[in-house]
């Protein structure tokens, strides 16, 4: 059993949240069954033989690659997605064997540090004739920029993609120049197209006419920030008919300030814990609200509106399962 959102009340929040991650952790989803039952299954298992590909990634550069062997995937998220899209790797960032839920097949795979700090020394002796890296900065702390790292690799001669992945859209888009490498179309209708499917399925859902208000909250041990709809759960908030918050309060952004959310009251508060110890980051969130006596009177906190999110499905991008947070999501606000 995989509990992928609880809701939660101030007082007994780290607890009550911690003891969800602890099951969350027990589950991996696997593929829908019967996805590509159309395809004979000798065919769907055969090697790679798109050849050679030329595409244009997400910082505007042309990469051309031949069907590539050996791969080292920079993020947990693209490692996995590498793997989603019939590839096979030779190496792989840290928090691609810390996150269960992305759980590799590939065998032998080599750690090449974290995503934030990576090793050029151990990617380049990997040998690698592919390397997909974020062309994205951020992460923990602000400092991951592995585009720092991408003009060695290119000087080497090593063939480096950059992707940018927030939203579905963006996953999307990368896995399908994941498939086009591959030359397996199968898994990007697998893996793509239907979950696409079932996302807009989740959507029609959405009642005519209710635009309920929201804030999206990032806790961890040392403070709180505020998502705009730009974020990966905003987004999702906003293809579910939500009006973000903090879309018109931009300051909230930069500043937590729990005084403009008690002025607020939104309907709904969803809180996506950060960090290497999730009860330690709803702590720190319970310390900066419940002792303030307005928090309880917020309508969201009141009526059990209060929510908290499984990082898997809300931080690290879930891939395949993006349909599953769609469906937290709607069930939360309209169940």
Excluded at 137 to 165: E, H, M, T, W, Y
Excluded at 258 to 271: A, K, R, Y
Aim: aromatic share 8%; glycine share 8%; with cysteine.
């Amino acid at each position: 059993m995989t509990i992928i959102s609880q809701r939660i009340v101030p007082t007994a929040v780290a607890a009550s949240f911690a003891a969800t991650m602890l099951l969350a952790g027990c589950s991996t989803a696997q593929p829908e069954a019967g996805a590509d039952a159309g395809a004979p299954k000798a065919e769907a298992q055969s090697a790679p033989q798109a050849g050679a590909v030329t595409f244009t990634d997400d910082t505007g550069t042309e990469v051309a690659v031949d069907n590539p062997q050996r791969v080292v995937a920079c993020m947990g998220s693209f490692a996995s997605m590498w793997e989603l899209a019939g590839g096979t790797l030779v190496g792989a960032s840290d928090d691609a064997f810390t996150l269960s839920d992305y759980d590799l097949k590939s065998e032998n795979v080599q750690k090449v540090g974290d995503f934030a700090n990576l090793n050029l020394e151990s990617i380049i002796a990997l040998e690698p004739d592919f390397v997909i890296m974020t062309s994205g900065s951020g992460g923990r702390g602000g400092d991951s920029n592995q585009a720092d790292l991408k003009a060695a690799l290119v000087a080497s001669n090593i063939p480096v993609a950059c992707f940018q992945v927030t939203t579905f859209d963006d996953y999307l888009r990368m896995l399908r120049t994941c498939c086009d490498v591959t030359g397996r179309d199968d898994l990007y209708e697998q893996n793509g197209q239907a979950v696409s499917d079932r996302i807009e399925a989740v959507k029609a859902k959405v009642p005519a006419g209710e635009e309920p208000s929201a804030l999206v909250l990032t806790t961890y041990s040392g403070g709180t920030r505020v998502q705009a709809s730009s974020t990966m759960t905003g987004a999702m908030l906003a293809d579910l008919g939500v009006k973000n918050l903090a879309d018109e309060n931009p300051s909230l952004l930069k500043d937590f300030s729990l005084e403009s959310i008690i002025e607020m009251d939104p309907d709904f508060i969803f809180v996506v814990p950060m960090g290497n110890d999730d009860a330690a980051a709803m702590k720190a969130l319970e310390d900066q609200t419940a002792a303030n006596p307005a928090w309880s009177t917020l309508s969201a906190v009141r009526d059990g509106r209060y929510v908290a999110l499984d990082p898997h499905l809300f931080q690290y991008k879930p891939n395949e399962r993006w349909d599953q947070s769609y469906q937290v999501l709607f069930d939360a606000l309209y169940a």
